[in-house]
């Protein structure tokens, strides 16, 4: 079954301690996104990959990492979360190295607590 | 900055009647996107917007964008209680930097 899978789906943590949020693909999708979403504020995007080892800022990167060293994987690095990155994260892929025509596909999100 | 606004936020309506959500966007823009969020779920594509006077319809769901008034709009007809969700429509820039803005977000609730 194609899917976007995301690990873990929920994760209390403390300030200061930190995390990897993991997200797959097995579409074999070359552009992947992070995006948190905030009540009232919609989805904003944190980072977004458009192919193995190509990462850029998305408008919310401050205080996250990622990498891409392989093509299904993105995973999401709060180096030293703060309670204000409490927030449901969201990954998610879309085929072909521009998103323009293509339909992007989410995982099912994680929610984070940040005490 | 692109911005992208939803109108209206919340929106509550009986079944049988038809509505419609409004989605603003800032700058030039010749792509939306337009998904789905039950609750507590993750986000489902409902339509992809191309070019301008792009229509496209599926079921009860009726999208369009007017690129030259920056506006899409998503008209329900005859809506029923399984079309309850938040909607939400993205934009992406038409600089080619790959990044899509979302708009905050319709929740539409229907009522019996």
């Known amino acids: 079954e194609a899917q976007v899978t995301q690990n873990p789906r929920y994760l209390i943590t403390v300030t200061g301690k930190k995390l990897t949020v993991t997200c797959s693909q097995n579409m074999n999708h070359e552009y992947m996104s992070w995006y948190r979403q905030d009540p009232g504020l919609g989805l904003r995007q944190i980072y977004y990959s458009m192919n193995v080892e190509v990462t850029d800022k998305g408008d919310v990167p401050e205080g996250y990492k990622v990498s891409r060293k392989e093509k299904r994987n993105f995973p999401l690095i709060l180096e030293s979360p703060s309670p204000n990155q409490t927030s449901l994260y969201f990954c998610?892929?879309?085929?072909?190295?521009?998103?323009?025509?293509?339909?992007?596909?989410f995982g099912p999100g994680t929610r984070l607590t940040v005490l | 900055e692109l911005k992208v606004e939803q109108n209206p936020l919340f929106l509550s309506m009986q079944e049988g009647k038809n509505y419609t959500i409004y989605c603003n966007y800032s700058t030039t823009s010749d792509r939306l996107y337009w998904y789905r969020q039950d609750p507590g779920k993750s986000l489902e594509s409902l339509f992809v917007l191309l070019s301008n006077g792009a229509v496209k319809q599926e079921g009860r769901l009726m999208a369009s964008l007017d690129t030259k008034a920056r506006l899409s709009t998503l008209h329900i007809t005859a809506a029923v209680h399984d079309l309850s969700a938040t909607y939400f429509c993205?934009?992406?820039?038409?600089?080619?930097?790959?990044?899509?803005?979302f708009g905050t977000g319709t929740r539409l609730t229907i009522i019996p």
């Open positions: 998610a892929s879309s085929t072909g190295l521009v998103l323009r025509n293509n339909e992007q596909f």
């Open positions: 993205a934009v992406e820039s038409s600089f080619g930097n790959e990044k899509l803005t």
